[in-house]
Each structure stands twice: as structure tokens, then as C-alpha cells.
């Protein structure tokens, strides 16, 4: 399966999509990870991407998608990913859908995680993460609100869109993410499309 994972920042999406390729055995393709690797081994991409990160903004598309072709084209892609993090507006969305029509593997479901503001707020102040300082965070909803939210209606229009209650606790929350997985790969248990 292909799958999207949307959600603000500290929705609990790192979270949860471990566990999702866990249970799945999928790849996990983070660009946020991507992106941090590319920072700790001094790559021109890491360069350029740095102070982005440093100040939540989000990073130039040429870079991420350059990354994200790179990783998708590794074998172990062929079986399916788990996109988390990415696409994060609608250019990556339209190029991610041109990649994967290309290779006649859509997107199978796009999961949206969603908490209320405040909550959000809260979790992040809890990380001690290097780009969650105040002002940080600020900017990393703001990006959120302003770029990535417009991709639920992109998806909801192609009808692949599914929202999961991320309240309650992980295993609560996590209960949800695979019903929903079921229901979309048509019943069975891991997700696995039928025929
Ligand atoms: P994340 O780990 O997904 O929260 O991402 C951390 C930071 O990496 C973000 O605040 C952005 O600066 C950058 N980033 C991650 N994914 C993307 C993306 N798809 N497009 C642009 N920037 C990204």
C-alpha cells in the first residue's frame, strides 16, 4: 500500500506511522528524516535545506523532491511506502501524483491525524527537539495551516481522504489508523491489497 500521513505538527504522526510500517512492513519515508540525514552528512542538499529547518519554514521543493525521487526509486519502494511529512503543499502533491502515475501505483489512502490547536501547542512544548522552540513552532503551524491543510480537500476530492480522531492514547489512536487501513485495502488484516 501507499499511504499519506497528514497532520499539524506534534499530532503524534512520527508516532503512529512507525508503528503503521511496523505492521504493514512498509517503508518508512519521512522527509523530515530525509532531510535531518542529508543536515548530518554535510551533503550540498543538507546545505541548502539547514536553515529551513532551523527556522520551520518549509524547505525549497527542488530539494525535497529530488530526495523523495531518490528514496522512492530504492527497491524496496516496489512493494509500498509510507509517506510521512511529505507532500507538505500542493506542488510536491502534484508531482508525487505524477511520479506515482507514472509507475501505475497510486496513493491508496491519505490518513489525516487530527488534534485541536491547543493540544498541539501542548505535545510540541513537551519535545525537546531543536526546532521546537516557541517561535519555531509558530512558524511550523503556520506553514501547516497555510500550505499543507489545502491538500485535505485535494485528496477528499479523490475521495482517498481519511481523518482519524487523534485523541486518547496511542493505542486508542493507533486502533483507528488500522481500521481504516483495512477498510481501505478491502478487509484484510495487514493491509495487503486484494488480488
Ligand atoms: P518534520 O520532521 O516532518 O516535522 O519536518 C521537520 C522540518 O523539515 C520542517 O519544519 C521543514 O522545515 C522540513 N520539511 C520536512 N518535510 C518537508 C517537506 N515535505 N517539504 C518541505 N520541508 C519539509
Known sequence: MRII??????????????????????????????????????????????PYLASGQLAPDEI??????????????????????FPRNLRQAESLDETLRECGRPIDLVLELKVDDADVIRRLAGRARSDDRP???AERLR??????RPLLDYYR????????????????VF??????????????????RPG
Not at 506553514?143 to 499543507?148: E, G, I, L, M
Not at 486502533?175 to 487501513?181: F, N, S, T
Open 5 to 50: 500521513f497528514l497532520g499539524p505538527p506534534g499530532a503524534g504522526k512520527g508516532t503512529q506511522s512507525a508503528r503503521l510500517v511496523e505492521h504493514l512492513g512498509i517503508p518508512h519515508l519521512s522527509t523530515g528524516n530525509l532531510l535531518r540525514q542529508a543536515i548530518r552528512e554535510r551533503t550540498a542538499a543538507g546545505a541548502l535545506a539547514e
Open 135 to 137: 517561535e519555531v513552532i
Open 157 to 172: 476530492k479523490q475521495g482517498i481522504l481519511c481523518t482519524i480522531d487523534g485523541r486518547g492514547s496511542p493505542d486508542e
Open 64 to 85: 525535497v523532491l529530488k530526495l523523495v525521487g531518490e528514496r522512492l526509486g530504492r527497491d524496496d519502494c516496489a512493494a509500498g511506502a509510507m509517506f510521512d511529512g
Open 143 to 148: 506553514s501547516y495551516w497555510n500550505q499543507t
Open 175 to 192: 486502533e483507528r489508523i488500522k481500521e481504516a487501513v483495512r477498510t481501505a485495502s478491502g478487509g484484510s488484516a495487514n493491509g495487503d
